[in-house]
């Protein structure tokens, strides 16, 4: 009995095939490589040594096939030659190291391909998936964005070419300053780092999705600059900042990769006016002036020509609902405090001037004034922004609560 095992194992000639495709190559390099083997025994700093010249000689994307593929006969190999240790020994570190060499090769992989874009961001901690990001050859910063820009005044500003009565604006009003920011430099440059009363803010503007948000640009304690990518997620700005180049989504008010791992964006109160609003309001407050330090064409509002008028998408986003018009303009509210996401159609709450909503037992009302919508709830102002109904069903991860008006 004992006679005829021993001969079934010396001649299972299937395992040992398994074992030898699996091993030969590690084998040979640390024979041929290592004089140090001639003396020692097969020990787990010679499988690494073995594992990474092998893993070296392959691009990136071989190296994951190659190495996938023998990984994935070790389990069977370990299985038939569990009698043998030394065998079983070696499997077993060979397969560890794998299993570590994928993991790495998959990172480096990741960081490669935003390093192509000059992108320094951690990929390796995130919460988007890299293959929703969306990405295109221009590497970042070609859309400037503005740091500290300069400002004129309403009466200087009438006399340039670059503003038109219809023209819209974000207006930073935080009590004791206001200064107003035309969408048609927005739409070059996207991102505009500034100081409002002592307060260092970044003005953001996706022309993909008139998303139209300002936040604080502090963040962990520390004041930091943000800077176009040129990465889309869900056909939407994705920043990046001076300190750690982590990418933040302007939708989600968070960062989505990089080391800044769950912070979120504090939102600073916004409007959006018509240059003829703005003017009747604010008469003597500063305007963003078209002297940029680049050569652009400020005259254009949207260098996107019609896109706004027709339901057509130019990047791939996801939960869309083809039932409703894509590009409607919403007042979004976040009450952050109960956790739900108010939605009021932009045009229709313009004409009624007001509206009501009652969520989860609170009455939320919404006032049209001057250009300026607030949201109030129990006494409480909350604030709005301005974004197309596409990306807020694509981004918006809470309750979501719709007024329009009744037909």
Request: charged content about 20%; hydrophobic content about 40%; proline content about 4%.
């Amino acid at each position: 009995m004992l006679q005829k095992t021993s001969n079934k194992r010396a001649l299972d000639f299937n395992a040992l095939y398994v074992f030898f495709i699996s091993i030969l190559f590690f084998w040979y390099l640390v024979v041929w490589s290592s004089p140090v083997y001639a003396q020692n025994s097969y020990t787990n700093r010679q499988v690494d040594r073995a594992v990474e010249k092998f893993v070296t000689q392959w691009s990136r994307k071989d190296r994951i096939v190659i190495l996938r593929k023998i990984q994935s006969v070790l389990p069977a190999a370990q299985k038939r030659l569990a009698w043998n240790a030394t065998a079983s020994t070696i499997l077993r570190q060979i397969n560890t190291k794998l299993t570590e060499k994928l993991s790495i090769i998959k990172w480096e992989s990741d960081e490669f391909w935003l390093k192509r874009f000059y992108l320094d961001t951690k990929t390796n901690i995130r919460t988007i998936p890299l293959s929703e990001v969306v990405s295109w050859w221009p590497p970042k910063d070609w859309i400037p964005s503005l740091s500290n820009p300069a400002f004129i005044s309403l009466s200087e500003a009438k006399e340039r070419d670059y503003i038109s009565p219809d023209i819209q604006w974000i207006s930073i009003d935080l009590g004791f300053e206001v200064k107003f920011y035309p969408y048609n430099i927005l739409n070059r440059h996207e991102i505009v780092n500034d100081i409002v009363w002592w307060k260092h803010i970044a003005v953001t503007f996706c022309p993909l999705c008139w998303t139209a948000i300002a936040f604080d640009r502090t963040v962990d304690w520390e004041i930091v600059t943000f800077w176009v990518s040129w990465k889309l997620y869900n056909s939407n700005l994705l920043m990046y900042d001076s300190r750690s180049e982590t990418l933040w989504s302007q939708a989600l008010w968070r960062w989505v990769i990089g080391t800044y791992t769950d912070y979120d964006l504090t939102y600073i109160p916004s409007a959006v006016l018509s240059f003829q609003e703005f003017s009747e309001i604010h008469p003597t407050w500063l305007i963003l002036s078209n002297e940029t330090g680049y050569e652009r064409d400020y005259t254009v509002e949207n260098p996107y020509g019609d896109y706004n008028n027709n339901d057509e998408l130019y990047f791939p986003v996801t939960n869309i609902d083809p039932s409703l018009p894509k590009k409607e303009l919403l007042y979004v509210v976040h009450d952050t405090d109960h956790l739900v996401s108010l939605w009021f159609v932009a045009q229709q709450l313009r004409e009624v001037k007001k509206a009501s909503m009652f969520v989860e037992w609170r009455n939320y009302v919404a006032n049209f004034n001057n250009g300026k919508v607030t949201v109030e709830r129990d006494w409480e102002t909350l604030h709005t922004f301005t974004q197309m109904r596409f990306s807020r069903t694509a981004h918006d991860y809470y309750p979501r609560f719709l007024w329009q008006a009744s037909e």
